[in-house]
């Protein structure tokens, strides 16, 4: 089973960056359908930013106009550009795919539930 690596997280002061990175461990992170999602202690895990396959991106609205998802065709990885970090962004960061169970659809919905293995995550610090 293909599990995905989030990397890049640390401690930051507030308005502070961070540049988070996801491979595959057996390769390719499948560049159909990809995304970063987020989850602070005693909160759901919440979606932070989707990449489709025709490349269109969708953000939550806490972070739009902050993050920006990308790919990386030749390396097979996706990242997300983190700027303007809020203390409200702290959380434990990862990545899905398509490979682990991720569903786009064209009207910049997803599916999460299908799931089963988060892999493993990056934690963000932010502080105030």
């Known amino acids: 089973q293909v599990q995905l690596v989030a990397s890049g997280g640390g401690s930051v002061q507030a308005g502070g960056s961070l540049s988070l990175s996801c491979a595959g461990s057996r390769g390719s992170v499948s560049l159909v359908c990809m995304g970063w999602f987020r989850q602070a202690p005693g909160k759901e895990r919440e979606g932070v930013a989707i990449?489709?396959?025709?490349?269109?991106?969708t953000y939550a609205d806490t972070v739009k106009g902050r993050f920006t998802i990308s790919k990386d065709n030749a390396r097979n990885t996706l990242h997300l550009e983190m700027n303007s970090l809020k203390p409200e962004d702290t959380a434990m960061y990862y990545c899905?795919?398509?490979?682990?169970?991720?569903?786009?659809?064209?009207?910049?919905?997803?599916?999460?539930?299908?799931?089963?293995?988060w892999g493993q995550g990056t934690q963000v610090t932010v502080s105030s």
């Open positions: 899905a795919s398509a490979l682990t169970g991720l569903r786009c659809s064209s009207d910049g919905t997803y599916r999460k539930d299908l799931i089963t293995d």
């Open positions: 990449l489709d396959g025709a490349g269109t991106a």
